[in-house]
């Protein structure tokens, strides 16, 4: 792992993870067969930094045969107690604990930038099948949506991050997706209606709010929980997203 502190930081919140954190919905399933070339039932699944199981579980349900691979002691508990009937081994992408071509698809549902892509893309080469794919996917808030974007720039202004000019998920590509791999790229929305409390539960599950001071998170997000109340006053919103889907055959 790239940032091997960032990256345990969800270890001691695993169960609020699995609680709050958004799925998947069934369209990006479909995107996913349709770029790889590979039928999810029965197909043999690497589902890499699979966390508690978000993207794991919606993987099995299509009759995928999924080995999850995750290296958190606390993730790899509640994806236990989540997915009893689904295999887990402790490992990473950048040194997968699987055998020399036995997966048709390797899958990272948020989980891509905690990689070395030096060391995971040949750990992925080295544990597709010929003719195996690599799908990476992320979540991230629809930039067409207003009080999500003034939200994400609030949170961009607290971490001291810059503030784009124009939102844009084609910066997530840029930023995320290794060279030397030909992506096919695809961008997939869709939406959730949750209370407030929920909400806010689902931002203090992201990592950057986990190593930051717990003072100033904790009055970060009593002002947010106004903000949404004001704006919201019938005490829920809607969550809209835009997965980012890339694909590639190493």
Do not use: C
Request: proline fraction near 8%; charge should be negative; glycine fraction near 8%.
């Amino acid at each position: 792992m790239t940032k091997p502190v960032q990256a345990r930081s969800f270890d001691a919140i695993a169960a609020d993870y699995d609680a709050h954190r958004p799925s998947y919905p069934p369209a990006l399933f479909d995107a996913v067969e349709e770029l790889a070339g590979v039928g999810l039932a029965g197909a043999r699944i690497a589902d890499v930094g699979a966390g508690t199981g978000l993207g794991t579980a919606r993987l099995h349900e299509r009759g995928a045969r999924v080995t999850a691979v995750e290296p958190g002691d606390g993730m790899a508990e509640q994806f236990r107690r989540s997915l009893p009937d689904v295999p887990v081994v402790r490992g990473d992408g950048n040194n997968l604990p699987l055998r020399t071509g036995s997966m048709d698809l390797i899958t990272y549902a948020q989980a891509w930038h905690w990689t070395d892509p030096a060391r995971s893309v040949p750990e992925a080469r080295r544990v597709l099948r010929p003719g195996g794919a690599l799908a990476l996917w992320w979540n991230d808030g629809d930039p067409t949506v207003e009080w999500l974007v003034d939200q994400e720039n609030r949170m961009r202004v607290f971490f001291g991050v810059e503030v784009p000019a124009v939102p844009s998920h084609r910066a997530r590509f840029r930023a995320a997706l290794p060279d030397g791999l030909d992506f096919r790229t695809r961008l997939v929305t869709w939406s959730r209606r949750v209370p407030i409390d929920a909400h806010i539960a689902n931002l203090a599950t992201h990592s950057d709010f986990l190593i930051g001071d717990p003072a100033a998170v904790r009055d970060y997000f009593d002002r947010e929980r106004a903000l949404l109340t004001a704006l919201f006053p019938d005490g829920e919103v809607v969550e809209a997203y835009v997965v980012s889907l890339a694909v590639a055959r190493p």
